[in-house]
């Protein structure tokens, strides 16, 4: 059996987890808050390097609580990207540093197809097409050939920044996505909003201003705009979702990342699916949102096919793509 330890640091959440073939161990984490505003690189990155002992000491007691130690460790995995500079190299340095003094391999896992895999595992879904939507990604994903081909994409910034950027305008703090759904709970008219699918892909920017728009200028209510935002954006993600669904003739559908955790997009998604006949997938949430739990598990199936990751190979990458992995765990 292999036992691999997973560190995830690739925007405001550190978490470091340890997995075996059979299950989940254990994990511990600690949540950069910004005071005021967005994610800034450098500030997280200062959480990071002063919380990863403490958070590796955790997730290491924790181990050893259920009958693991240090010496049971096959491997190190890291997020190498994509994400913010500063946050990787720090979380990067620590990998090489265990890896180096504990003598066992260095995976560098793709943190989008973490993600994917661990949504996959924890659901029980085969061939899946994934909509994976994240703070900084909004991206849907199909295996075939060896790869995960990204069948369409946000053209500018990620649905999650999108929202966050929304909720920063209406003076809610970081994340806003919990608190615009919220909002949007109780908002009835839907207002005008930008609708911008370009073949597959996907623009959000166009639609924070808009929002923004419909509050100063044409005085609409807060929760009918959180309304419209939401039903506006997530009818763009789950177009583009059903048209790859049909293109490749799959059955399946992952939800993944942390905007995931959103239940009308789940219920839209849900409902595409149902129209289908397809099965909607959707693990626990907090395996959505960014966790060391799916770094560990995406290292332990590279691991398993050879793929570990030399020293010298291992610097990060902030814009790491998840079709730049030749997929070795998959047929
Ligand atoms: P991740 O980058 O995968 O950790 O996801 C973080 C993003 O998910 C942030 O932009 C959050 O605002 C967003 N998010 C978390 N929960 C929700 C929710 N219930 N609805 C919409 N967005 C959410
Ligand atoms: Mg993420």
């Given at each position: 059996m292999s036992l691999i330890l997973g560190l995830e640091g690739t925007a405001w959440n550190l978490s470091a987890a340890v997995v075996s073939e059979e299950k989940a161990i254990c994990e511990a984490e600690s949540t950069y808050k910004p005071s005021q505003g967005g994610i800034h690189p450098r500030e997280a990155a200062q959480h990071h390097a002063s919380e990863l002992k403490d958070v590796v000491s955790r997730t290491v007691s924790g181990a050893e609580a259920e009958?693991?130690?240090?010496?049971?460790?096959d491997a190190v995995a890291f997020?190498?990207?994509?994400?913010m500079g500063p946050c990787l190299r720090t979380v990067a340095t620590a990998a090489r540093t265990l890896s180096i003094a504990l003598k066992i391999p260095l995976i560098g896992v793709n943190h989008c197809l973490a993600h994917i895999e661990i949504g996959r595992w924890r659901?029980?879904?085969?061939?899946p097409v994934v909509l994976y939507v994240s703070g900084a990604n909004s991206q849907v994903l199909v295996y075939y050939s060896g790869k995960y081909r990204i069948l369409g994409e946000t053209l500018d910034i990620g649905i999650g920044n999108a929202l966050d950027k929304f909720a920063r305008h209406l003076g809610?703090?970081?994340?806003g996505g919990p608190k615009i759904e919220a909002l949007a709970s109780q908002g009835t008219k839907y207002v005008y909003m930008p609708y911008v699918v370009k073949g597959m892909d996907m623009s959000f920017s166009g639609l924070s201003t808009a929002a923004k728009d419909a509050l100063?200028?044409?005085?609409?209510k807060t929760e009918d705009v959180c309304y419209s935002f939401q039903e506006t954006a997530f009818a763009m993600l789950t177009e583009i979702t059903e048209r790859a669904m049909a293109h490749r003739g799959k059955t399946e559908m992952l939800l993944a990342g942390?905007?995931?955790?959103n239940r009308r997009l789940q219920q839209m998604l849900q409902t595409m699916c149902q129209d289908r006949g397809a099965r909607f997938f959707v693990p626990e949430t907090k395996y959505l949102?960014?966790?060391g739990t799916m770094i560990a598990y995406l290292g332990l199936l590279m691991l398993k096919t050879g793929n570990t990751t030399p020293i010298e190979n291992s610097m990060v990458n902030p814009?790491?793509?998840?079709?730049?992995v030749e997929v070795t765990w998959r047929d």
């Open positions: 009958g693991y130690s240090l010496k049971d460790l997020s190498q990207g994509p994400g659901c029980g879904a085969e061939d809610l703090s970081h994340p100063t200028v044409h005085k609409h942390g905007v995931g955790a949102g960014d966790n814009n790491f793509r998840a079709d730049d």
